[in-house]
Nanobody, 115 residues
Framework: QVQLVESGGGLVQAGGSLRLSCAASGSMSSISVMGWYRQAPGKQRELVARITRGGITNYADSVKGRFTISRDNAKNTVLLQMNSLKPEDTAVYYC?????????WGQGTQVTVSS
């Protein structure tokens, strides 16, 4: 079992920055990949960024150059630094942890970017 708790969402003006944090607990050794997804109203959940245990990263094209994902294996946390935010980044952001049997998800944190 893995538990994920997100924090750091909020309201920000376009062009601003936010940092999301995800604290993981439980069977940490079973986690291979951690990442962030987001879901906007009326849209499907989509990948934002993910990072392997070894630090290899992948980003959605829409956030490349603006968002940075990082992982602290010792502290069992994954961070998402979001810069140059746009109104279209508005969504609920979910932390996820990938294990052999599937994915665990956090409860989500709201990010709202005003124009």
């Amino acid at each position: 079992q893995v538990q994920l708790v997100e924090s750091g969402g909020g309201l920000v003006q376009a062009g601003g920055s936010l940092r999301l944090s995800c604290a993981a607990s439980g069977s940490m050794s079973s986690i291979s990949v951690m990442g962030w997804y987001r879901q906007a109203p009326g849209k499907q959940r989509e990948l934002v960024a993910r990072i392997t245990r070894g630090g290899i990263t992948n980003y959605a094209d829409s956030v490349k150059g603006r968002f940075t994902i990082s992982r602290d294996n010792a502290k069992n946390t994954v961070l998402l630094q979001m810069n140059s935010l746009k109104p279209e980044d508005t969504a609920v952001y979910y932390c996820t942890a990938v294990v052999v049997t599937g994915n665990y998800w956090g409860q989500g944190t709201q990010v709202t970017v005003s124009s």
